[in-house]
């Protein structure tokens, strides 16, 4: 079996190919790409599996493009879709693409001068000069709507099974657009495969087919599992339909950390070969070792740490390592001043908290401010009693009843945190 192939199948990332890719691949170094629509201004998680076999591709010795979808973009796909996208103007497409391949830069070798090294295209390079009747005589004739009709994202839209009835022409012509990309890069490009998620092998056989009729050529076919979680729910959004974005401006670092390392066992023992590049070998000594001490959760901590740092680096992985800390009681003062705005509140999202005024909150002794001013605890004796257990912390560090809140003590000029014991926090929001 061909090696890329192999590290797909033992990963659980390989869905079904075209017959000969195997062949293909041990033949010559061979061109692929993955195609990557511009619906925001940045990929999320659910692009993550995309970019990692992009990225196992160039490791075992072959070429990755990734293209961004410029052009595709502006129609949207109907595969796995119940509703028709809204389509974008193009000053903000055009942002959107940008943000893109700087996105996929980072994950992928683009330097140097080795044969291949990874590149990046916009199919709107070549869509933009392209009339509709040149379209229509030189790719449409090659594909009849039989064969389109025949897709299973065309038919479930159609008899009304993804949720919605019918399809617009716009939406229809989605899959002759993809197959005409396919067709320029293995005319331009040396591209002899297309790879992509399960629910693509209707547009990326569409292409196959366009290059065998208008170019009397052979071009293959290859796809991976789309990723659900092991209950069978979709992954990679939170419980209220948030997206974890790759940009940390919108999701950050910490929380990023957090969503894997909450992982549940049964996840994390999938993720951890689908996400990682960690050998088989490494896996499983993971996790034998997790399974011998699951309160330690090693598995999922080295999972959290192995895509944090790929996604982020080193040095926001560290950071988020110890905002993660804050809450178990195992960090700093230093720890907890440090955080930036954002991922302070990720980290105290849920935390009671109270708005009070500035001039309320400076000056003010602490009885008065763990009682009166944010209503943290219920009475005064209660708060004095707490004091003398030492059981009172104002920004993780232990306070006794002498204790005056000043500028100094406000983490970002605006946050105060009050601590009873080990896990009852209270935020001051100063105004």
């Known amino acids: ?48 599996i995309q970019i990692k076999i992009l990225a196992h591709f160039q490791q075992h010795g072959h070429k990755p493009i990734a293209l961004v979808g410029g052009a595709t973009g502006m129609i949207g796909d109907p595969s796995g879709k119940s509703a028709e996208r809204n389509l974008l103007d193009e000053e903000t497409l055009l942002h959107y693409v940008d943000c893109l391949k700087n996105q996929l830069s980072r ?48 038919k479930k839209r159609l008899s009304g099974e993804a949720g919605v009835d019918g399809m617009s022409f716009t939406e229809f012509t989605y899959q002759l657009i993809q197959g005409y990309d396919f067709l320029h890069l293995y005319q331009n490009n040396n591209v002899r495969l297309q790879m992509g998620g399960s629910d693509q092998w209707g547009n990326i056989t569409t292409g196959t087919e366009l290059i065998r009729r208008k170019a009397q050529g052979e071009a293959f076919a290859l796809t991976v599992p789309l990723i659900t979680k092991a209950d ?106 440090s955080l930036d705005e954002e991922t302070f509140l990720d980290v105290f999202d849920g935390v009671s908290q109270k708005e009070v005024a500035k001039a309320e909150v400076i000056g ?49 000029d605006k946050f105060l945190v009050l601590q009873k014991g080990k896990k009852n926090y209270f935020i001051v929001r100063v105004v």
């Open 107 to 154: 994950f992928l070798d683009f330097s140097g001068n080795e044969p291949n090294k990874a590149e990046l295209v916009n199919n709107y390079d070549w869509m933009k000069n392209i009339s509709f009747l040149d379209f229509a005589k030189n790719v449409g004739k090659n594909i009849t709507v039989n064969y389109m009709m025949a897709k299973d994202s065309v």
């Open 1 to 48: 079996m061909n090696s890329f192939i192999e590290e797909l199948k033992w990963r659980g990332l390989f869905a079904d190919m075209m017959p000969g890719t195997d062949e293909q691949l041990d033949k010559e170094m061979t061109t692929a790409y993955i195609g990557f629509d511009p619906t925001a201004d940045s990929l999320h998680i659910g692009s993550l």
């Open 364 to 412: 003010a002794n602490i009885v008065d401010l763990l009682v009166e001013k944010s209503g943290f605890l219920k009475s005064k004796s209660e708060a004095q009693r707490e004091l003398k257990g030492n059981s009172i912390s104002v920004n993780k560090e232990k306070v006794n009843d002498t204790f005056v809140a000043t500028e100094n003590d406000l983490i970002n």
């Open 232 to 337: 069978g729910s979709k992954f990679g959004k939170s419980e209220s339909g948030e997206n974890y974005w790759l940009d940390k401006k919108k999701t950050s670092p910490y929380k990023f950390y957090q969503f894997w390392r909450n992982a549940k066992d049964e996840d994390a023992e999938r993720f951890i070969k689908f996400y990682t590049f960690l050998s088989k070998e490494e896996i499983e000594t993971l996790v034998a070792e997790h399974k011998t001490a699951e309160h330690e959760w090693k598995l999922q901590k080295r999972l959290a740490e192995e895509i944090t740092v790929w996604v982020h680096g080193r040095e926001e992985y560290e950071k988020a390592l110890k905002a993660s800390e804050i809450l178990f009681g195992r960090s700093t003062a230093e720890d907890l001043v």
